[in-house]
Structures are given as C-alpha cells and as structure tokens.
C-alpha cells in the first residue's frame, strides 16, 4: 500500500521557521519526482514545490527564495524548510507524487500567527 504521512507543521510567529516531512511508503522514492502542496482554508490547494529525481527543484511564485525542498532516499523521506514565514503561509500542507499521484493524506497544519 502506497503511503505518504506528513509532519512537521505547527504554530509559527511571522518570520519564523519550520521544517516540514514526508515519509513515502509502498514505492520507492529515489525513482519519483515529489511536490509539496499546500490548502488555506476556504481556498484551492496550490502548487507550492517540487523536487525531481536528479535534485532539481522548482517553487512558486509566493515561496520562491523563502522554502527549501529536499530529499533523502535513504530515509524514503522529503522535506520542505519553511523560512521567512508569512500569515499567507497558513495552510494544510501535504506532499505526492509528480507523476502517478495518491489520493491525498491527512496534511500537516502550518499556522503562521502573533
């Protein structure tokens, strides 16, 4: 069975950090290109990054010189290091597959408050 479990989030103040894991089960990771996401409330999930097989890396616009993916094979995980961070930053997190995605998981909640 094919797995994706995020953790990671949690209450931030603006300008804080925060580093963000996925754990991929069921298929092996270092052949897959992985993306993190990210759904505010009351909003449509959104691209926020991804990572290739070879480590090449792409972000949007609005995290773009702030968040950092990451991966490690060996650990059949991934990592999203969340700098800066911004009240817009409030979201559900959650990660996939580029190509072949799951249904989505439980996400983790990143809460980006004074």
């Known amino acids: 069975q094919v797995q994706l479990v995020e953790s990671g989030g949690g209450l931030v103040q603006p300008g804080g950090s925060l580093r963000l894991s996925c754990v991929v089960s069921?298929?092996?990771?270092?052949?897959?290109?992985m993306g993190w996401y990210r759904q505010a409330s009351g909003k449509q999930r959104e691209f926020v990054a991804r990572?290739?097989?070879?480590?090449?890396?792409h972000y949007g616009d609005s995290v773009k010189g702030r968040f950092t993916i990451s991966r490690d094979n060996a650990k059949s995980a991934i990592y999203l290091q969340m700098n800066s961070l911004k009240f817009e930053d409030t979201a559900v997190y959650y990660c996939?597959?580029?190509?072949?995605?799951?249904?989505w998981g439980q996400g983790t909640q990143v809460t980006v408050s004074s």
């Open positions: 069921g298929r092996t990771l270092r052949i897959n290109a």
């Open positions: 990572i290739s097989v070879d480590d090449n890396t």
């Open positions: 996939n597959f580029i190509y072949g995605p799951i249904p």
